[in-house]
């Protein structure tokens, strides 16, 4: 099975409201990365946060990692049409390399 | 100026054949990747090279060579291609934790 799990695997939901997506995965890692993939792109990273952070907010985007339940939640606020996309989380269980473990995704859908 | 670049964007081809997808990219990073994307939109890490030296090689047919003439090139060579490699194939490099990926590169055997 995949080291990250995310849930649900689809949201649609109206523009000005917010997204929340969560993340599981199974081993100690070094940090945790939210990734944006819009159709037919590649990647972009969103924001990290460390094992031993708690909560990060960047812009309109707070993520937050629970270590003891080995979970992460992305929160999109006030999303917009452009934020329909999908979302994956990548763990760096930190046995070098900067190898990142990709969570199977979200795909949002921010309608007008 | 783009960042990461990969060409072909699209490579359709005959089961059997061999191909190779180019990447290269100008942001002075020392680390480069490859990562294959199913059509289930999973990704998984097939290779990192650090300043031309292979760092990370996945469980991968050895069919699957990564080449790095250089720390901005790293260039993957596929032989005998069969139907289960078609996927998007993406390049990413970085400097520290995050990870700049290219456009991706769609292959289609047939």
């Known amino acids: 099975s995949q080291q990250g799990e995310e849930d649900p695997q689809a949201l649609s939901i109206q523009e000005g409201e917010n997204a929340t997506m969560n993340c599981s995965y199974k081993t100690s890692i070094n940090n945790l990365q939210w990734y944006r993939q819009n159709s037919g792109r590649g990647l972009v990273h969103l924001i990290l946060?460390?094992?031993?952070?708690r909560e990060k907010h960047s812009g309109r985007l707070r993520v937050t990692l629970d270590t003891s339940k080995k979970s992460s939640s992305l929160l999109i606020t006030a999303s917009r049409a452009a934020d329909t996309a999908s979302y994956f989380c990548?763990?760096?269980?930190?046995?070098?390399?900067?190898?990142?473990?990709f969570g199977t995704g979200t795909q949002l859908k921010v309608e007008l | 100026d783009t960042a990461v670049s990969q060409t072909p964007k699209y490579l359709v081809t005959q089961m059997g054949n061999d191909k190779s997808i180019k990447c290269e990219q100008n942001l002075g990073h020392d680390t480069m990747y490859w990562y294959k994307q199913d059509s289930k939109k999973f990704l998984k890490i097939m290779f990192s090279?650090?300043?031309?030296?292979?760092?990370i090689n996945e469980t991968v047919p050895n069919r699957f060579s990564p080449k790095s003439p250089d720390k901005a090139h790293l260039n993957l060579h596929i032989n005998s291609l069969e139907l289960g490699d078609s996927a998007v194939y993406f390049c990413?490099?970085?400097?520290?934790?995050?990870?700049?990926f290219g456009p991706g590169t769609r292959l289609t055997v047939l």
């Open positions: 946060i460390r094992s031993n952070e």
């Open positions: 990548a763990t760096d269980e930190g046995g070098g390399g900067n190898k990142l473990t």
């Open positions: 090279y650090n300043n031309k030296e292979l760092i």
């Open positions: 990413a490099s970085s400097q520290g934790a995050e990870q700049f």
